[in-house]
């Protein structure tokens, strides 16, 4: 099972799952996470560009190759939204996601119920650790609930 | 052509596209701006949940058969980014709009340029104004540009 | 908005509907209502079959000949399941509509909560009573709730 | 050749049919078959739920992002129908997989043959035992017939 | 309702369901029926061709624009072979039709049976006469049977 | 019959046409044909680009609203050639056309019939004149051959 | 590349193309070629009818579950006409073939020309041998031409 | 990842390309670029056309065969136009693929920015050299930058 995990990229969530589902035949994708790299490497490989808004729209685009094909691949989109910025991108795949018809998991903290309602509304599951995200792996590919 | 107004709703920008845009050959479609109704009509018409969750997902979800059915429908995708919230729900309909293949045009000030730079990035166009939305509709549907 | 009303046609429940959506803006389709019609259609048209099996068969496939056009063409599918039968061809009907994308609303009573909560998963709003189905498409439509 | 087997859980009858096609070039996908399991497996990960609604609400859900993998990724969706219970599910699963265009093979005893005529059109084959499908497998596959 | 009428073009089957149809909401579509226009259409309009090959290919390229349109434009696709000529044409259609998961009516008659199995195999509705046709038409739209 | 001209905007040839189809019944779509405002209307609605790459990028995309449009609505695409510049982006549009499945029809002197091979192969009908393309049109919609 | 050879099952035509491709990088899938067992597969399975309708409707449901399957996992679909019966299975294959978006090869002798001009119409290649098959899936493969 | 290699055949570009993205995880395809056998292919195996058309159509359609499957198994689709000729198999590949949803970097040297700007419109990313395309597939595949 092919499993794409979307969003916050300053915290290690993506790696505790990783590990948690470690023994588990899933295939892990993700956007790249060095954030300098992924701001900058529009301009790296493709020219400087003096307005900031090319700056970031080739660096977009640049990253776009890469998700969008991820996100394509994956059975199942997890999508987790952190404490902090404003992760437009995060919600932007998420409505990706669905328009594809991928299955969605959203994590994110109580605090952000109320804003992330339709997003969650999208999803076939909400939750708010990495461990819940491996427990529903689990069970999605071997029928087995945690003890 | 038809348009799909999404995101903020505090403002009057939709009153003002809808006016510039008069005399031309365009239906809108827009969610349900009023606020409360939007938060509450799932519980309202469904029943009551104590949960706070549950509450969002009822409404959550039947606003969906609107706004799900209007962007299939739509032609062009209009989703404006206000000042204030985290408007992920905005965010959410770019993304479902842009893997269905729509033409999405993104409006928002100069502030929320590099949060938003994966939203801008699947655009194609994007702007500050209600007053840009028209002069664009008006060029795509007619050819004549703003003197 | 098209709204297609699949499901149980033992009770008056679609007269309801439709009643209660006077003056929406809203295209209403159902199977044929008729049992009898429905159950002999397509040998009073097609030939006698000695074989029940083959009986029913030609009538079932002439239905579908309405019933998938009118899924096809649904916003909105609206199944409702009765207190009695089987009724097979309404969750076959609900689980086409989600495969298709459309907007699911299931109606039912609370025995029936647990038997149908796959079929309750897939849908953007569950409810009872024909007066609800009324108040969602006012309110998709018109974005006012009951008073 | 990629077969989902859907439906009723409580006889050996996937074990048959694994056993049956020993040595054909076949994978099997089934959903969760532990009962306990699959009703529970949503509040087990996710957190408990007051309402008998949300909690079958959340396993269902999660138990989807399982069944809808597993429909997508096969080229024939075998569903039976026992002889207890509404098996709303296994008629909603037969009604997605013939919206996407998969091969459909149903199960059921004669007693059900009227109501599940809706079903039965929409497949390429009816039987009533594994071994009818094992051997339907051994054709598709081989080109041989049973001696 | 959209109906294409596809296949035999020496008998008047297509003026009689039309005629029998009088009343019905239904828009019917059919190929060029002129048989020596059909033929010659490519090489009148875009010159002559010394090779019979193409000739008849730049015909039936433009007659595609036509039968493709209307195809994809029908709700229901009426294939009629008749006891004549090879009528390769009217099984192409119906392949694609089915391909395009058209509702299918096929019509012929009793002696074309065994080698017209597998296009009867993919439709709603097989049946000989004009007249069943328009039953069935009636039926579908109405829920009317014959008396 | 829904129709796109794509291509060359420096002679009168889709007035030829639209002329000549007087009577039929046709809808006709084409790009912007105004040369400067297409070239200039990204920048002229969204402000200026001291970068010619920008300036141009703003514009093709405001147009590509339109053009997309315009083919996703289209039964037919004609594109023309003329006779001089790089042509680029009406062999772009053919491309998109064809991969969308619609009908297309190609325009193009003999002189450019070896460098246009591709294009060619992917279209039912090639021809050199407007009058050729009113010809199938007319043949297309009525059966009738030019006298 | 995966292969489909639909059509005539009375010569080795498929034999000898296997043979020439040796060593080319070719899946090849076909039909069931035993004509008895394709002609009876429904009946020795799935139980006898007395009504030879049935009958051949149960077998070429049965072996639509392997053509359709083969013809979705196709990059390209060979479909011969020999020289005899009707073949109505091969040119429905075709359709479906063409409707699906696949690569289409039509192998037939000349006497057939005029009878298939729509079949070869949507086809990239028409040719008479098996050798040109072959030669054609060595240059699409490898790029090399027959010396 | 799979990449497509679209576009001008006069210069070793594709090899370069090749060569550095040496060790990453990537399969490319290109089509036959034997200018020649391009050109010939389809006379040479299906037989002399005397009229220059035909010779072209019939090796178009069949490198046809090629492309086509290369674009659709690609997740990016490379395209290069060159200093000489028309390249309007280039322009055709790049809205092929921008209509497939194909991520697209277009090459080209800033002399024809004007010209492809619409092609540049719907590309992903658009750079001058063969080691750009190196760096950008490894930035996308490995999330590093060049030093």
Redesign the interface.
Known sequence: ?NIYLSGEIHTDWRDQIVAGASGLDVVFNSP???HA?SD???V???GAE?????H???????????T??AIEAA??VVVR?GDK?????????????????K?L?VMHGAD???????????A????ETPQ?VV??LR???N????S
């Open positions: 099972m790249v996470t060095d790299a900058d490497c529009g790296a490989i493709l003096p307005d900031k808004f090319w970031d729209h080739k660096g977009a685009k640049l990253n776009a190759i890469r969008r094909a059975d199942v939204f910025y404003k992760q437009w991108n995060a919600a932007f795949d998420a409505g990706y996601a669905a328009a594809k018809g299955a998991i952000h119920q109320h804003a992330l309602k339709e997003v969650d509304a999208a076939l599951a909400v939750c819940q427990d529903m069970y999605v590919l029928g087995t609930l945690p």
